[in-house]
């Protein structure tokens, strides 16, 4: 099984996908949480991420595009995964489908998940209270969900026109989102094909 989660920053794809991965049995590849491990390793890559990610913008298509080649590399993505945060904009969604198409290893479903900007500040605030991620205070978190506006709304529309797309309400419990989820996956979820 090999799954897209998209969705604007704090609409719960990473939440999604820890459970996701527990019940399908695949990983979850986060390109965030690469990054966020690059900066704290304090890695030249690290590096060089740090100061754009605290911005709210994105890193360069070439440095995540090596990223996630590198992970999905390793063997126990052999089976399947959960990309959380991958594509996000036009020419990150043509590298994957490339990487994709030479891989042999066509995606099996693309899932929106659906929550209204209101919805989404008032979440990331709470955590932004709690765990003070750097790039989760209220400016930051405005010019994310611009930028997700701008270069991610696309990467929606190429999926739609491909026929790939499924949509879910992301309101409600994590139990509640993650059961219309697993509703709509192709009937092949939780096998290792
Ligand atoms: P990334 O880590 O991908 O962050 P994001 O997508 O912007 O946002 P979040 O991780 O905050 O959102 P999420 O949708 O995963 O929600 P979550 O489950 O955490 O990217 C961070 C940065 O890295 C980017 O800005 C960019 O700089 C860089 N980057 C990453 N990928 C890149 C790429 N491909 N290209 C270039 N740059 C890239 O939930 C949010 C909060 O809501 C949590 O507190 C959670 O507990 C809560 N919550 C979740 N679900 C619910 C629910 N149902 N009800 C109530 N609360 C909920």
């Given at each position: 099984m090999r799954l897209v989660l998209i969705g604007a920053?704090?609409?719960?794809k990473g939440t999604q996908a820890e459970r996701l991965t527990v019940a399908l049995g695949i990983p979850h590849i986060s390109t965030g949480n690469l990054l966020r491990a690059a900066v704290a390793a304090g890695t030249k890559l690290g590096r060089e991420a740090k100061a754009v990610m605290e911005a709210g913008k994105l890193v360069s298509d070439e440095i995540v595009l090596g990223m996630l080649e590198q992970r999905l590399a390793e063997p126990d993505a052999e089976a399947g995964f959960i990309l959380d945060g991958?594509?996000?904009n036009l020419a990150q969604a043509d590298a994957l489908d490339r990487l994709l198409e030479r891989l042999a290893q066509p995606l099996d479903s693309v899932v929106l998940i659906e929550v209204p900007d209101q919805v989404i500040i008032d979440r990331v605030e709470s955590r932004f209270r709690i765990e003070?991620?750097?790039?989760?205070?209220p400016e930051t978190v405005r010019h994310r969900l611009s930028v997700y506006a701008e270069q991610t709304a696309p990467v929606v529309a190429h999926y739609r026109a491909l026929g790939e797309l499924q949509m879910v309400?992301?309101?409600?419990?994590v139990d509640a989102v993650l059961a219309r989820i697993m509703a709509i996956l192709p009937a092949s979820a939780g096998t290792t094909d």
């Open positions: 920053p704090g609409s719960g991958y594509p996000r003070g991620r750097a790039d989760d205070d309400d992301g309101v409600g419990s």
